[in-house]
């Protein structure tokens, strides 16, 4: 079998899932498949990603995106401490501090609050081309937060809600040149407003079903619209405090250095990870013999989006078209399609960049150049192929 057929043969079994609607899949978006379509191979991608780096890491290979929802057990994953072992039955989250009543509540607790479901595709802030395997979409389900914290009764001077996972590690606090060690839990914060507007969810299953020890089982924080490090997993404590809370990964770990000019003068900015900037990168280029289909995924903090536009070389920037369901869903991924005529034998470079309803641009790699910081990079990827 040769490398084609046996690509032909997983687009195949995509059809096939297509067909059945398993995943909730829009015929719409995957128009590509609906004759005998092969794969045009990237040149800037090796024939396979090692999808495993570690039993507990795990990367997609977005050519093999063939649904809505990534499965559970494809969704990509990366954690500091590894996992930490959690009893289910005896599971309580407790939520302390500046409340006025102190809880410690079970799973069957939570389950039985009014929950919520959410659309929701995230990335690792450190996520980027050419491979982008550090971002799935998921349908997750929960309470809201603010449900629980209303439940505990958050007093007016609360500032800072601190969400901290089970899992804990040592690490080296460094001040004016001496460190102390310490074990610390993973923990990340939220302001008040953020904490008690309608949108942070604390989830317990994806893809209904119970979420999995490595998306967090049995209880996570999700922030719609923003990136991955503060979607606290095993979530085992919130601690409501006037203080700002610096942990290192609220803190240091979490960071971007950009330059900005004000006044005409360079001013360097040090953020916090929230948002996720606005991104697409192209997943997947098929043919049919004659036309091309190139297929991508646009991901934000929910803005909605006005166009995305493909390119091939240096030639004009040309519109692709949105699968409208997708682009339904505010905090989901978003499918666009589109198809390239006449396209001569030689290498090609697509490219693809989306703008949002504000007018933000996606930016290409030089216009990120004031960015010292690899977090948060969401530049254009030009892509490499061979046409035959
Ligand atoms: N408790 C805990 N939650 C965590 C982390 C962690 O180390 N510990 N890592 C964060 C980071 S950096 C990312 S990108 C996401 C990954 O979520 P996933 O494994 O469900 O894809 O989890 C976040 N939540
Ligand atoms: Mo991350």
């Known amino acids: 079998m040769t490398k084609q057929t046996t690509r032909r043969e997983m687009l195949k079994e995509s059809i096939a899932l297509a067909g059945l609607g398993v995943l909730g899949l829009p015929e719409w978006a995957f128009p590509v498949l609906a004759q005998e379509q092969t794969l045009v191979p990237f040149t800037d991608l090796p024939e396979t990603l090692t999808l495993e780096r570690t039993p507990d890491r795990r990367i997609i290979d977005i050519r093999t995106i063939n649904g809505v929802f990534t499965p559970s057990d494809q969704f990509f994953t990366t954690q500091h401490y590894g996992h930490p072992e959690i009893d289910t039955a005896t599971y309580r989250l407790r939520v302390s501090g500046l409340v006025d009543r102190p809880l410690a509540l079970s799973l069957a607790d939570l389950q039985a609050m009014p929950s919520r479901e959410l659309v929701f ?5 450190g996520n980027r081309g050419p491979v982008n395997g550090l971002s799935s979409n998921g349908l997750w389900q929960g309470v809201p937060l603010r449900a629980v914290l209303e439940r505990a009764g958050v007093q007016p001077e609360a500032r800072e809600f601190v969400l901290f996972g089970a899992d804990h590690g040592e690490e ?37 079903e119970p979420l999995t020890t490595h998306q967090g089982r049995p209880l996570r924080l999700l922030v719609p619209g923003w990136y991955g490090a503060p979607n606290v997993k095993w979530l085992s404590e919130i601690h409501v405090q006037e203080d700002q809370y610096l942990g290192k990964y609220q803190a240091r770990w979490y960071r971007t250095l950009r330059g900005e000019m004000v006044n005409g003068e360079m001013k360097w900015k040090e953020t916090a990870i929230t948002k996720m900037r606005l991104k697409s990168f192209i997943a997947r280029v098929t043919t049919d013999g004659s036309r091309h289909n190139v297929f991508g995924v646009v991901l934000n903090d929910g803005t909605p989006i006005r166009s995305v536009e493909v390119r091939v070389d240096d030639g004009p920037w040309q519109p692709a078209t949105l699968d409208p369901e997708t682009a339904s869903e505010k905090y989901g991924w978003k499918f666009f399609n589109y198809t390239w005529d006449n396209a001569t034998p030689g290498e090609h470079t697509v490219t693809s960049r989306a703008t949002d309803a504000n007018g933000d641009v996606q930016p290409t790699a030089e216009e990120l150049g004031v960015k010292q910081t690899f977090l948060e990079h969401n530049a254009q990827v030009p892509r490499t192929l061979i046409i035959s």
């Open 121 to 125: 595709g995230f990335e690792c802030s």
């Open 172 to 208: 080296e606090v460094e001040f004016r040149g001496r460190t102390y060690p310490v074990d610390q839990n993973y923990g990340r914060s939220l302001q008040r407003d953020e904490a008690l507007s309608d949108e942070p969810l604390l989830a317990y299953s994806l893809n209904n």
